[in-house]
Each structure stands twice: as C-alpha cells, then as structure tokens.
C-alpha cells in the first residue's frame, strides 16, 4: 500500500486537531483501511475545552486519527494564533460525505445506536440516498448491558469498514476506546444525533446560520438549558488570548493518521 497522505495537525490550548481538506477527504478516509483501527472526532469548542479538563476524553481526541473541528470559532482561534487554518466542517455535512466515499469505494457500514425505530428509519433513508452502499447491520443503543458482547460480536463479525455510533450507547462517545481492543480493524465515527436526522425526525439547522457558524443559536433555543455554554465559550476565548500573550506558537508538524488502539 501507498504511504498515507499527511495532513497538517495543530494544536489549540493544547489539544490536537487536522486539516482535512476537502479535496483529500476521499482519499483520505479510503487510506484508513489498513488493517488498524481509526476513530475519528468532530471536536467542538465545548469538547475541546472537556479534553483539558477530563483525562480520559483528552486521551481519546490525542489517540484519534483524525481530529476535524466543527465549530467556527477553533478555526478563528487558529487564525488568531497565527496557526494553519484547519477546514471546518458541519456534522452532517461530513458524515455524508465520509459515507458517499466509502459508497464509492464499495466499503461497508454498521449502524449503532438510536431507538428502534430511529436506526430502521435511518437505514431506510440511507439506503435511499446511497442505493450502492453497503450496510451490513444495524443496532439500537439503549440495550441490557448483558447484550452488549454479543453486540459486540455481531459487529466483529460483520466486519464494517466504518461503525456509525449514535446516542444511546453507554459512555457515548467514550465506548468507542473503550471498546476499541475487542474489534479487529475499521473506522469509528461517533455522531451525537445524526442518526434522528437521518430517521427524518430531527430538524437541521438552517443553512443561513451553518454558513455564519451560529447554528448553536439553532440548538440553544431546542435546549434552553445549555445556556451555560455561552461562559465556556467565553473562557476558551479568555484563553486562546492568553496563549497568544503568553507564547509563541510551536512549529506545527505534519500528521499520519495512525492506529487508537
């Protein structure tokens, strides 16, 4: 095989994330099938500030292939840094396009998570959308935790290029390295509530406000309660300011993705 293409990785308030190109991410994500396992991370500002605080979530985002950052303010971070700036990207918008390449390379896919209903309707409209996708199997999140091996069996032996994990698996986005030593190889991709808005029964974000980066206006007005995001944004841009007075920027260096187990 072909070395991997490197991508450029840099860190933010000390946490790592890439540059992805759109024009690589095709290739790219066919390059992750070798024989290893790859977990890759949408980071937002509110996950990159839970990896400084919490050790095993920063050692889950270090240990990752691929780190793609979601939130506009990471990449105005980065710019204020004076660091490359990473191709951003929107949830929805990457997972479709992390499925359309592997439909183009006639990989497979394993759904994990959701309630009953959510996963069906989701593998339904996925099939829809992608008639040449290969969908080996799905699962709903929410299960006994004496099911939970032969789970994990079925997915093991289903051999999925790419595990799809949503909402309703216990640790979250946590399960995956916490699992990842019983599977054998493949991609994982953790994706919050996406598979509720490929059952159709979750509304998107406008497009206008995912253009301006403010689809978190979006998500604060279905989930008041989260209003108190607004101070950590505001501590991540307290310390991104430090940083920038406090020190210079380190040479960024260039990134293989590589093995998270």
């Not at 040449?132 to 699962?139: A, F, K, P, S, T």
């Not at 054998?184 to 509720?196: H, K, Q, T």
């Not at 406008?206 to 689809?215: A, F, K």
Request: hydrophobic share 45%; aromatic share 8%; with cysteine.
């Amino acid at each position: 095989m072909e070395p991997q293409k490197r991508l450029n990785r840099i860190t933010i308030l000390g946490i790592p994330l890439d540059d992805l190109p759109e024009t690589e991410l095709d290739e790219i994500v066919a390059g992750l099938e070798d024989g290893t396992n790859h977990q890759i991370i949408l980071l937002s500002v509110w996950d990159l500030m839970r990896a400084r605080q919490r050790v095993e979530f920063r050692t889950m985002v270090a240990g990752a292939s691929l780190v793609i950052p979601i939130s506009p303010s990471i990449v105005k971070a980065a710019q204020f840094l004076k660091k490359p700036l990473p191709t951003r990207y929107q949830p929805f918008e990457f997972v479709i396009k992390v499925l359309g390449a592997l439909e183009r390379h006639g990989k497979t896919t394993y759904l994990l998570g959701g309630t009953r209903t959510i996963v069906q309707k989701a593998e339904a409209n996925l099939r829809s959308t992608f008639p040449g996708m290969q969908l080996v199997g799905r699962h709903m999140g929410n299960y006994p935790r004496q099911q939970e091996e032969s789970i994990i069996e079925a997915v093991r032996k289903a051999s999925p290029t790419l595990l799809l994990v949503g909402k309703g698996i216990p640790g979250g986005e946590r399960w995956i390295p916490r699992k990842l030593p019983a599977f054998n190889s493949g991609i994982y991709l953790w994706c919050s509530d996406l598979f509720w808005i490929f059952a159709h029964a979750m509304v998107r974000p406008p497009q206008v406000l995912v253009d301006r980066g403010l689809e978190w206006v979006f998500s604060l007005l279905r989930r008041p309660w989260q209003l108190y995001r607004v101070f950590i944004f505001a501590a991540f841009k307290v310390l991104v300011l430090v940083e920038r007075l406090g020190k210079h920027s380190p040479k960024e260096v260039e990134h293989q993705p590589k093995e998270s187990n």
